[in-house]
């Protein structure tokens, strides 16, 4: 940063800090804002009603836990005064409707609310009205960042009453990648940075869980493949992914899952060493390989897939023929997620366009049937993790493969059986397919024309999430445009903008990166899905994993929540907010980075929070 941009960055902070307390200085910002001028006081005993009016019972408790959470990050662990209010108005709890007795957290749940504080009453109460709990919850969260503590009555004061906002969120897909296998991260971490996200309202936490790497998690079905693991304590038992699970579903937050296969799977084969073609030649996985569709037909009989299905559905030439079958007699009920592959290197490009290739089969037909059927292998642990994941996004990597060994193998590879079996159950999935670093008439023309040739019926249902590798450089502008056009849903993760364990990424890149550039068409605006920013974890782990998250990922996730004739046109109009929710993170117990500076820099000397 020019030490121009630092200085006046300073001044706007320092200016911050002596205004005092601000309530209002809400994030992400609301939809619609109005306040007056009232300050109340909190009752020390404030109570959650949630009878009158409400269809929603509470069952597991997801928002009486939730309130209670509220109160303890609003009350910070200070001693409050409980007798003396000085006069002021005194806010005895809060009233929550929500509408739907549901709190099943599908994909694209109404987490719209509404927030009214008034400012006159006996009692006073505060009210919630929202369709589902979750939209509840964001209310509370923002109803606590409305609040703040008082130390010279010692009481929790809210300044500016009434309120009255309205909120939703502008893309339904706001998610944090977070990297397992890199470097392990033990449950306690994993939950606050689960925490933390519900702070500035992203709803998914993508988990990168293994790579070649590692391979950290317990797969009952196959338990040699933990062997992976970096060493016995760095693992995660299946009851620990499922307490993963539903702790962040409690708190409004899907895990997606991913394994990234086939060309990220060195350390299936320390458990299971016939998973690697050979001794010398580790990754991709062995696709030719009986014991790899063994595997594969045992997992698959979890999902009442049968012996006659395989024998049925059998490629007899080319994935083209196999198109005219594919939906036969398959029943809608296996129809359980989407599944999310990431595409794209350099290798990958020559294959598909047939170069280099000494097989007797076409480029296009070797990379399909070969990353089909090594795709299907990520199927043995899908059995097992449909009972610990059920967001309806799954993630299978896809990228980076290395194809030098695959002309070796195209041949058998071929004779397997398997190829339109699990061509159909992805289909039935909604094979989702990623796209990597390639110039966009590559993607168009190679990755995605891929995808439709394995089915023609999977356009319309296809997502597209774009990660930009280094290895085949950036994509530029004016993709999502191009994608979108072709009538293909995504997700936006732009290497350059927000990939978190970039360093020299600021804050202001993560705020000012917009999905919709250059997307003007309402239909196409709705392929967008959301975005996501990426906590790839080589140089991460549980000691600095916070502060290089945050507060950079708030940037983004404001351009998330926010509709965007609310967002900020340049950055400098919200320094002072970003810096005093940064303050409020610390003050949380997450370690958040000072704004000034790169990704995960320490404070340049001493000084208040909101001046760094």
């Known amino acids: 940063m020019a030490s121009a941009a630092a200085r006046l960055l300073l001044v706007l902070l320092a200016a911050a800090a002596l205004a005092g307390p601000c309530a209002g200085d809400l994030w992400p910002m609301p939809a619609s804002v109005t306040r007056g001028t009232q ?36 009350e910070l662990d200070h ?63 923002t109803f606590s960042q409305l609040c703040n503590f008082d130390f010279n009555a010692r009481m929790i004061q809210l300044h500016s009453a009434p309120w009255t906002i309205l909120d939703k969120p502008r893309f339904p897909y706001r998610g944090l990648l977070i990297d397992t296998s890199r470097h392990y991260l033990p449950v306690p971490v994993i939950k606050s940075v689960i925490d933390s996200m519900t702070f500035s309202k992203l709803n998914v936490l993508h988990w990168h869980i293994v790579d070649e790497q590692s391979f950290p998690i317990q797969i009952p079905s196959y338990p040699k493949l933990w062997n992976g693991a970096y060493s016995y304590s760095e693992r995660y038992t299946f009851d620990d992914a499922i307490d993963i699970v539903q702790y962040a579903e409690k708190r409004g937050v899907n895990v997606l899952a991913e394994i990234d296969v086939p060309g ?98 076409g480029g296009n037909n070797i990379m399909a049937s070969y990353n089909t059927e090594s795709m299907a292998l990520s199927l043995v642990v899908f059995s097992d993790f449909s009972k610990i994941f059920k967001f309806k996004f799954a993630h299978l990597g896809g990228d980076e493969v290395n194809t030098s060994k695959l002309s070796e193998i195209s041949t058998l590879c071929w004779k397997k059986r398997l190829i339109t079996l699990v061509t159909s159950w992805i289909v039935e999935l909604w094979c ?29 249902c296809t997502l597209c999430q774009f990660c930009f590798f280094s290895l085949t450089g950036r994509l530029g502008s004016g993709v999502a445009q191009k994608v979108v056009a072709a009538g293909l849903r995504c997700i936006v993760s732009n290497q350059d903008k927000w990939y978190l364990d970039h360093l020299d990424a600021t804050w202001e890149g993560f705020y000012m990166n917009e999905p919709l550039t250059n997307i003007y068409n309402p239909e196409q605006q709705k392929l967008v899905l959301g975005g996501e920013v990426c906590m790839w974890g080589e140089h991460i782990d549980a000691s600095d994993i916070q502060q290089t998250i945050w507060p950079r990922a708030a940037a983004a996730a404001e351009r998330l929540w926010t509709p965007f004739e609310k967002l900020a046109k340049d950055t400098g109009s919200v320094t002072a907010r970003l810096s005093r929710f940064r303050c409020l993170l610390n003050q949380r117990g997450v370690a958040a980075a000072p704004l000034a500076g790169y990704g995960r820099s320490a404070p340049s000397e001493p000084g208040s929070c909101v001046t760094q």
């Open 264 to 361: 990220h799977a060195l350390s299936w084969g320390v458990g299971y060493p016939s998973l690697w073609p050979s001794a010398t030649c580790k990754e991709p996985l062995d696709v030719s390989s009986d014991f790899t569709f063994q595997v594969i037909n045992g997992i698959l009989s979890g999902y009442a897939l049968s012996k006659e299905i395989i024998q049925i559905y059998t490629p007899q030439s080319t994935i083209e023929r196999s198109n005219k079958f594919i939906f036969m007699d398959l029943p809608q009920k296996r129809m359980k997620c989407h599944f999310i592959l990431r595409f794209g290197n350099k290798q990958q490009k020559r294959y598909l366009n047939g170069q280099n290739n000494k097989s007797n089969v």
């Open 432 to 460: 989702i397919t990623g796209i990597s670093s390639q110039p966009i008439g590559s993607i168009l023309r190679n990755d995605l024309h891929y995808c439709w040739k394995i089915t023609s019926s999977i356009k319309p």
């Open 39 to 74: 300050t109340l006081v909190v009752s020390k005993d404030l109570k959650l009603s949630t009878t009158a009016g409400s269809s929603y019972s509470d069952g597991k408790g997801i928002l009486k836990e939730a309130f209670q959470r509220m109160v303890a990050v609003v």
């Open 79 to 141: 001693v409050i005064n409980g007798s003396y209010y000085g006069g002021s108005p005194v806010l005895a709890g809060v009233h929550v409707v929500v509408r739907s007795p549901s709190d099943e957290l599908n994909f694209g749940v109404d987490e719209s609310y509404k927030l009214s504080v008034p400012a006159t009453g006996n009692p006073l109460y505060a009210q919630i009205e929202a369709q589902t709990v979750y939209g509840a919850l964001h209310a509370l969260e």
